[in-house]
């Protein structure tokens, strides 16, 4: 058994950050990660770091882009928060020799992202990404900070009162890939969850085959509510064959999306009169569709051209646009436009938390793009999720490591519930039988959870259930995970992707079922105890299918068009019934829906609700 004060799993954006403010703090702080950090999925991030620093942008400017990119579903106390802190964190980025590109007159240089009225985007080449990664790690490494790289985190320690908000997080239980070793981690403060994305339940992706949602799925099996799961964001320009990102960078630079008549439709066809190119990420996905499906795509994708803005300039400031659209098309992006269509590109719901980074769960913080504080609401804006990574994974690090920062205004857990879903969905999820009982999902104590103050035997007593359940895995004869992954990936393609209908979410959730009941007889076939993916993915399958029926059930009861989020007889925003946040707690496996409040009071403002038109 290892002990710390702070355990932070996930070495990406927000666990470094995370790591680096509990340290500050005082703690003896542990990263816990399942890949090397500087392997995380924040190095390919590109277009860079919104911060209000020009002259004709604000805080409150900021502020507002992003309550209205989100469609006013996100919490403006949050909202504030991030634009407030960001620019003071770029500025602690920069010190700490991140390689921001510069203006002629040596300063940070900015650029438009989609959905800013202002040039607010910081950035390094359209490699931001793996700059900022590369900066937090070096501090760590300066810290001493301890990292247990590639340990795959199985389950949190959680005690087991039956009511969740009473649950205490003690720490968690990681497999050593290169040993094949189970540990048990005492987390004496608090255990911050940094896992990142949920992409891979979807075929055509932009996030790497580790974005599982391993946390959010730890999270909600362990009692904590799980926020506005339906809100995935398609990204308008992925190369089609694989879902590589071609960067918003590009037109925020003056790239042009074009139809197969040549036509610059994002006007032509009157989907954004004013912003075009640069109207917010849902807006142009849905455009992109509606052409392709209106016969004028070129096959399934639209045309991106960025020839105009010159050689130099695009080598200056998207050079590594040039090598992907060769290496993955064979198009050479400075003579020839690039093919692009919307692929699956973040989550924006994700563990509940309250602004300082807390779940209902005492002892348990999440950050970064496993959780939902909400600063996103049903649409990110461009450039602001790494942000989001520095300014909560830093207050999330900070208070587990005892900075206690008083009462929220954010509630979570049941205070924040205010309404429970009485619709039947039983019949689509199936029995709660259909969730296979491992032993690692919740099941109580004998004692009732008496064990609230024993760390030790909360942590031990976890470890064993994880040892029972990679015997058990690794022991029978069964069906390989990978055909219902394959399945789930292909039904989130065609009915949970950027148009949905009810049948469609309906006969998903019927999917999910059958992959469920196959999953009961899933085994690994590997015998390997070092380097076991087979193991690992077939971890990661069940936890994909959790957050897969959370996700179909969250947009199956939102009856309307929000955002992300478009319904085919729902065609139009309802703030009436649907301003409302959705949690779904896992409940013994037999899912239930709730909704609350969203916070649109800020402390300058009221963010009310517009037509939203760019
Ligand atoms: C291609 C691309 C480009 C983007 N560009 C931008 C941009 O320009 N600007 C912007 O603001 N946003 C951008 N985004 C979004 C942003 O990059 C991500 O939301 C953000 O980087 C996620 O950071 P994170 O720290 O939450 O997660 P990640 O960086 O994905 O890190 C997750 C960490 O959790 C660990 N982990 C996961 N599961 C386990 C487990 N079971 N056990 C142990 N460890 C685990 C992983 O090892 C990893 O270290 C982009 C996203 C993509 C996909």
């Not at 005492?186 to 055509?204: E, F, K, P």
């Not at 799980?226 to 790239?255: A, C, K, N, W, Y």
């Not at 912003?275 to 052409?291: C, K, M, N, T």
């Not at 299918?545 to 085919?568: K, M, P, Q, S």
Request: glycine share 12%; net charge negative; proline share 4%.
């Amino acid at each position: 058994m290892r002990e710390h004060d702070v355990v932070v799993v996930g070495g990406g954006g927000a666990g470094l950050r995370a790591a680096i403010a509990a340290d500050e703090a005082g703690a003896d702080v542990a990263i816990v990660s399942k890949l090397h950090p500087v392997r995380s999925h924040t190095g390919a991030a590109e277009g860079g770091i919104n911060a209000a620093f020009h002259d004709r942008d604000s805080t409150e400017t900021h502020a507002y882009d992003t309550m209205k990119g989100a469609d006013y579903l996100a919490d403006a106390p949050a909202v504030e928060a991030l634009c407030r802190e960001t620019p003071e964190e770029v500025i602690q980025l920069e010190r700490w020799g991140m390689s921001f590109s510069r203006t002629d007159a040596g300063g940070i240089d900015l650029r438009y992202l989609a959905g800013h009225s202002a040039p607010r985007t910081t950035y390094a080449g359209a490699e931001t990404g793996h700059h900022l990664l590369h900066t937090l790690y070096q501090q760590v490494i300066k810290r001493g900070i301890t990292v247990y790289d590639e340990y795959y985190v199985l389950s949190l320690a959680v005690t087991e009162e039956p009511n969740p908000d009473d649950r205490r997080c003690h720490g968690v239980v990681a497999y050593d890939l290169a040993t094949g070793s189970l540990d048990g981690f005492i987390a004496d403060g608090g255990v911050v969850l940094a896992t990142g994305g949920l992409g891979q339940v979807y075929n055509h992706t932009t996030n790497a085959v580790a974005n599982t949602g391993d946390g959010v799925a730890m999270a909600y099996r362990a009692g904590a509510a799980i926020q506005d799961m339906e809100f995935i964001q398609f990204h308008p320009t992925t190369l089609p064959s694989t879902g590589v990102l071609i960067s918003e960078g590009v037109r925020g630079e003056g790239g042009i999306l074009y139809n197969a008549e040549g036509e610059r439709f994002m006007f032509e066809h009157g989907y954004a009169n004013n912003a075009g190119e640069l109207a917010s990420r849902d807006v142009v996905s849905r455009a992109e569709l509606l052409e392709i499906q209106n016969g004028r795509g070129i096959a399934d994708h639209v045309h991106l051209d960025m020839r105009h803005i010159g050689e130099e300039r695009i080598r200056d400031r998207l050079e590594n646009i040039i090598p992907l659209a060769a290496d993955f098309e064979g198009v050479d992006p400075i003579t020839e436009p690039m093919p692009v269509k919307p692929g699956q590109h973040f989550a924006m719901g994700g563990v509940e938390t309250d602004e300082y980074g807390r779940t209902s769960i005492e002892g348990l913080y999440a950050a970064g793009e496993c959780a939902c504080v909400s600063v996103h609401g049903s649409n990110r804006l461009g450039g602001n999720a790494l942000p989001e990574l520095i300014v909560f994974g830093k207050r999330a690090g900070r208070h587990a490591a005892g900075d206690d920062p008083g009462a929220a205004e954010i509630p979570t857990g049941q205070e924040a519930r205010t309404e429970t879903w009485n619709g039947a969905i039983e019949a689509a999820i199936g029995e709660p039988e259909a969730v296979p009982a491992t032993v690692s999902d919740g099941g109580r104590s004998r004692d009732g959870g008496r064990s609230r103050d024993n760390p030790t035997s909360v942590v031990a007593r976890r470890v064993e259930r994880e040892r029972h359940r990679i015997d058990r895995l690794m022991d029978r004869e069964g069906a390989n995970h990978a055909a219902i992954r394959s399945t789930l990936q292909h039904a989130f393609e065609e009915h949970v992707n950027v148009f949905r209908t009810r049948s469609g979410l309906e006969s998903t959730l019927e999917t999910l079922a059958t992959c469920r009941r196959r999953y009961r007889d899933v085994a690994v076939s590997d015998p390997s105890r070092t380097f076991n993916t087979d193991l690992i993915q077939t971890i990661e399958t069940r936890n994909m299918l959790d957050i897969a029926e959370a996700i179909t059930l969250g947009a199956l009861v939102r009856e309307e068009f929000r955002g992300a989020h478009w319904r085919l007889n729902h065609q139009g925003r309802n703030d009436d019934e649907w301003l409302r946040h959705t949690y779904v707690t896992w409940n013994d496996g037999r899912p239930s829906i709730h909704f609350g409040e969203v916070l649109l009071a800020g402390e300058s403002r009221t963010y009310e609700p517009k037509v939203r038109s760019y």
